[in-house]
Nanobody
């Protein structure tokens, strides 16, 4: 069974920064570098939105409009880790952040949550004003 585990969520003041991490653990560890990866977030009562995605082969990254210029998605291949550096945080960034892995066969669908094969349990981010 594949497990993705997020960490790094916390409570911060507006304008602060957080760095979220995602690793693979459990009975079956997957090489995150071989998957398209993404960060999603969900606030209470709202839909899950894709925050950022990074391609498996070329490392191309995509960001939601609200994340551009403030968030950076990347990989640490040596640690088999996906990260999300979040700067200039705003109260509206609060929510549960999930990492997700999508297989590479059949193309890349960065925003389609249904195309992701594996999900983490989420890490909570709270930004206070």
């Amino acid at each position: 069974q594949v497990q993705l585990v997020e960490s790094g969520g916390d409570s911060v003041q507006a304008g602060g920064s957080l760095r979220l991490s995602c690793t693979s653990s459990g009975a079956t560890v997957i090489n995150l570098n071989r998957y398209h990866m993404a960060w999603f977030r969900q606030a209470p009562g709202k839909e899950r939105d894709r925050v950022a995605a990074i391609g498996a082969s070329n490392g191309a990254s995509l960001y939601a409009e609200f994340a551009k210029g403030r968030f950076t998605v990347g990989r640490d291949n040596a640690k088999n880790m996906l990260y999300l550096q979040m700067d200039s945080l705003k109260p509206e960034d609060s929510g549960t952040y999930y990492c997700a892995a999508q297989g590479t066969s059949g193309g890349w669908f960065p925003s389609d949550a249904k195309k992701y094969n594996y999900w983490g349990q989420g890490t909570q981010v709270t930004v206070s004003s």
